[in-house]
């Protein structure tokens, strides 16, 4: 069975800057989507980021501040967060399929990690 860990999460002054990482272990993700989305206490799931084959997606609410990048070699997705707002709060979650990307908010996730969480102090 697949697993995703991430990590990386902290506290971390508002402007400040993040990356976060998530390990994928158990079997080959290389050819999978991977994203990355984050839940903030009383708020829906958001789906932040995504990469595939054919490029890197991000929510308007990130575009600009977060880079998703992979390192197949490393089995690894890393999520780069720059200019870090008190709205970023929130225990970020990487995900993984095989399943057609259809979009951020539509794609069927297959594998998801347990989350790291990340505070941001004003």
């Known amino acids: 069975q697949g697993q995703l860990v991430e990590s990386g999460g902290g506290l971390v002054q508002a402007g400040g800057s993040l990356r976060l990482s998530c390990a994928a272990s158990?079997?080959?993700?290389?050819?999978?989507?991977m994203g990355w989305s984050r839940q903030a206490p009383g708020k829906e799931r958001e789906f932040v980021a995504a990469i595939n084959w054919s490029g890197t997606y991000y929510a308007d609410s990130v575009k600009g501040r977060f880079t998703i990048s992979r390192d197949n070699a490393k089995n690894t997705v890393y999520l780069q967060i720059e200019g870090l707002k008190p709205d970023d709060a929130a225990v970020y979650y990487c995900?993984?399929?095989?399943?057609?990307?259809?979009?951020?908010?539509?794609?069927?996730?297959?594998?998801w990690g347990k989350g790291t969480l990340v505070t941001v102090s004003s």
């Open positions: 995900a993984a399929t095989r399943r057609t990307y259809v979009g951020l908010g539509r794609t069927i996730w297959e594998y």
């Open positions: 158990g079997r080959n993700f290389n050819n999978y989507a």
